[in-house]
């Protein structure tokens, strides 16, 4: 199938960034079997062949391993296998390590390096499994790391793990990795429409099952809100969030990852207090191991600016911006730390986002030098690049450099990314401010209902925004043309998606206002009132929202 040369955006950084570990990690407790204890990490258990010596050291890697606390897992391994050098599970488990496919990140040298030191071949490995049992684990490892493309490697994994799944139903380490692979196949395996719904399904079953069966286990929890992980399924992910954090307290992702589930919720306090502790963890842990601040959890300390955002916690939220800078200062940030490269230009985007102060955007210090060392990197350089064109047309700029650069990148680089919609998108975005500069409100309006209607197929995003929201455009674009009834539905649409969200809260009370329906409308600046509990006490939307929320007094 012939691509086009647009279809060079690809996740748009919405994908989760790295795990770290707290200062207070404790190593967990192993009992007689080889359990993991519930302490810092969860509890698993993965049955094996290995020695006694090796138990406590595998049954570490792979609570580590579920909780994608990578490092520290591959570590575990390696000492699993200096205590065991036989025990082939350990070289298969260390090989995952190094293979971050939710996160568009992996090493496949690093694996292909921890599966030759068992054996130089996939046959000699898998000759090497002492029961059935490890034998297909390994199969469905191997599969992985097959020469191929991502997608077959995904899909090839995802169906591998199904099968060791069913093979082994009352075996709880099976179910947990079997719901791991789906879920890599759901997300990279290239899945369409009916394909990608079956999996996702089939993902949180899988789940749920681990987390009803044993509520210590760190993968029930984590793969769950990693399955239910949009407004339609939320809720179902809405108890694994609450566990998760005290399941693995001593896990820096552990603790971030329960705000997937609160974003997609609006649940705002606890999307604040989530990413508090993680960014706290984050920095702990980086202190203690001594490592380059561009190793810090910056996806974290985004989702907690994006919290303080619908909180109307204005200066808190730029006192993040400011924190990412003065951590960075004067730091090397080397290729392949997308994070860190473009920590600025995401937050202080959200920032400007929600405030309408479009001069508070401060662009990427990696923009000039984009970094496209992964698919990862990818998206967050063309993100940034999206961003300041955006920030730019909004001070007038509607030609700007990096809206060149843009559409240069996407032409010349047409085979990174496997989906159309974001940066199509981002491209419709671009021409609607444009026209809506000119003047041209006719063809803003049909601009921007094209990009909401994509918005619609794409469905809804993961974690906070890093795009402007099509149908929040579209909706004030409507009021500001005097057609607040359709800007109604189109804020209806957008808190479909985005649920709770402050700014199309206001819109919507505001469509509601103008189109007479006062009733609608006091419970929109109610619902927008709520979120701003601890807002600023000097923002002007704030007063807005509480006098409008309250009943009218009765003559």
């Known amino acids: ?55 406590a050291p595998f049954q570490r890697g792979i609570a580590l391993l579920h909780n994608f606390a990578y490092r520290q897992a591959a570590q575990a391994f390696r000492d699993a296998e200096r205590a065991d050098p036989t025990l082939a599970v350990a070289y298969w488990a260390e090989a995952l390590t190094y293979s971050h496919l939710l996160w568009s990140t992996e090493d496949t040298s690093a694996s292909h390096m921890a599966l030759r030191r068992l054996a130089p071949t996939a046959a000699e490995r898998l000759a090497r499994a002492r ?101 339609k399924r939320a809720a179902r992910g809405l108890a694994a969030a609450r566990a998760y954090a005290r399941i693995a307290p001593s896990v820096g992702h552990a603790l971030h990852m329960p705000s997937h589930i609160f974003v997609q919720t609006g649940l705002w306090p606890d999307l ?43 200066r808190s939220a730029r006192a993040t911006v400011d924190t990412a800078d003065a951590v960075l200062r004067g730091v090397n940030l080397p290729i392949g730390s997308p994070d860190a490269r473009y920590a600025r230009s995401w937050q202080s985007f959200m920032y400007a986002m929600e405030t309408d102060d479009w001069s508070a955007y401060r662009p990427s210090r990696g923009e000039a030098t984009p970094d496209t060392s992964t698919p990862r990197a990818v998206s967050f350089a063309i993100t940034s690049a999206y961003q300041h064109a955006v920030a730019a047309a909004m001070l007038g700029d509607t030609a700007s ?48 209902t094209r990009a909401a209607a994509a918005d619609d197929s794409a469905g809804a995003p993961i974690g906070p925004p890093s795009i402007l929201r099509s149908h929040e455009l579209l909706g004030a674009a409507l009021l500001r043309a005097g057609r607040a009834s359709d800007a ?44 701003w509990r601890t807002a600023d006490v000097d923002f002007p939307a704030l007063t807005e929202a509480r006098q409008r929320s309250a009943a009218p007094k009765r003559p």
């Open 1 to 55: 199938m012939r691509i086009s040369p647009l279809v060079a955006l690809c996740l748009l950084g919405l994908v989760p960034s790295g795990a770290t570990l707290a200062q207070s990690e404790q190593h967990g407790r192993h009992d007689d079997a080889g359990h993991a204890g519930a302490v810092g990490i969860g509890a698993v258990h993965f049955a094996n062949s290995g020695n006694a010596a090796s138990q």
């Open 131 to 231: 029961s059935a049992r490890e034998r297909d684990f390994g199969a469905a490892v191997e599969a992985l790391f097959q020469d191929a493309t991502v997608p077959v490697r995904a899909h090839a994994f995802g169906d591998s793990m199904r099968a060791f799944a069913a093979r082994y139903p009352t075996d709880l380490e099976a179910t947990a990795f079997g719901a791991l692979g789906v879920i890599i196949d759901w997300y990279q395996g290239g899945l369409q429409d009916s394909a990608s719904a079956a999996a996702q399904e089939e993902a949180i079953v899988l789940a749920e099952r681990v987390f009803r069966t044993s509520p210590q286990h760190p993968a029930g929890a984590h793969y769950l809100i990693h399955a239910t992980d949009d407004p």
């Open 272 to 314: 604040v207090a989530s990413n508090v502790r993680a960014w706290a963890a984050s920095r702990a842990n980086i202190a203690e191991e001594r490592l380059s601040t561009a190793e810090l959890d910056f996806h974290s300390l985004a989702w907690l600016t994006y919290g303080y955002l619908e909180q109307g916690r204005f």
């Open 401 to 448: 450099a990096s809206a060149n650069w843009l559409l240069a990148y996407a032409v010349a680089h047409p085979s990174i990314a496997r989906r159309a919609g974001a940066l199509n998108r981002g491209i419709l975005h671009l021409a609607a401010l444009s026209a809506r500069g000119r003047g041209d409100t006719v063809t803003e309006l049909a601009i921007l």
């Open 488 to 531: 109604v539905s189109a804020y209806q649409r957008a808190l479909a998606q985005t649920p709770n969200r402050s700014a199309a809260l206001l819109g919507l009370a505001r469509a509601q206002a103008a189109v007479g329906n006062a009733a609608a409308a006091r419970e929109a600046y109610g619902a927008l009132a709520t979120n």
